[in-house]
């Protein structure tokens, strides 16, 4: 099984500010990562698949890179709606899918 | 417009059984897998079981497998979780979620509101 490990666990930003969240994979997905984001109370939602593509409807400060063990979601200019838990998750061994432990993205 | 609608959560004994049901809509069912995920309260995201567009494909994390039946109905658009041996660890909101091709999901792209399945005597 692929082990997914997110860095930080938080992470305290400022609106307008850049975040940059880290996803580990414990062997290589090639480019097989998807992001998501997950705010209370909600279903997550697709951000990102084959590791930098944009989901449908994905505003453009949300871009995903990397590919092989390690990879990065960056916000480039964090909105209030942008506050909330993101996670990665894998689909390049399967089964099972799996996802990271998340990030949470704070108000500073 | 896709649309998942969860539903058969409930409040059940350790050791009891519930089926989840998914009943999808906006997209020719039978051409995509579907997967149900679970998220414990408090917790991260967790696959449970998925199945191909046809319904002969199955698959199960090692933690639910013997104890829990994904199925499906492509006549009636309708995705099934039938859980027996419940245990307290297995207390999650349930989520269905759609895949991108028909034998099996890559990522998940849509992903309904959830069931709340709590497991407690």
């Known amino acids: 099984e692929i082990v997914m490990t997110q860095s930080p666990a938080t992470l305290s930003v400022s609106p307008g500010e850049r975040a940059t969240l880290s996803c580990r994979a414990s062997?290589?997905?090639?480019?097989?990562l998807a992001w998501y984001q997950q705010k209370p109370g909600q279903a997550p939602r697709l951000l990102i698949y084959d590791a930098s593509t944009r989901a449908s409807g994905i505003p453009a400060r949300f871009s995903g890179s990397g590919s092989g063990t390690e990879f990065t979601l960056t916000i480039s200019s964090l909105q209030s709606e942008d506050f909330a838990v993101y996670y990665c998750?894998?689909?390049?061994?399967?089964?099972?899918?799996?996802f990271g432990r998340g990030t949470k993205v704070e108000i500073k | 417009e896709v649309q998942l609608l969860e539903s058969g959560g409930g409040l059940v004994q350790p050791g009891g059984s519930l089926r989840l049901s998914c009943e999808a809509s906006g997209f020719t069912f039978s051409s995509y897998a579907m997967s149900w995920v679970r998220q414990a309260p408090g917790s991260g995201l967790e696959w449970v079981s998925g199945i191909s567009g046809s319904g002969v494909t199955t698959y199960y994390a090692d933690s639910v497998k013997g104890r829990f039946t994904i199925s499906r109905d492509n006549s009636k658009n309708t995705l099934y979780l039938q859980m027996s041996s419940l245990r307290a660890d297995d207390t999650a909101l349930y989520y269905c979620?759609?895949?991108?091709?028909?034998?099996?999901?890559?990522?998940?792209?849509?992903w309904g509101q959830g069931t709340l399945v709590t497991v407690s005597s």
């Open positions: 998750q894998q689909y390049n061994n399967w089964p099972p899918w799996t």
């Open positions: 062997q290589s997905v090639s480019d097989n």
């Open positions: 979620a759609k895949g991108q091709q028909v034998v099996a999901v890559e990522y998940f792209d849509y």
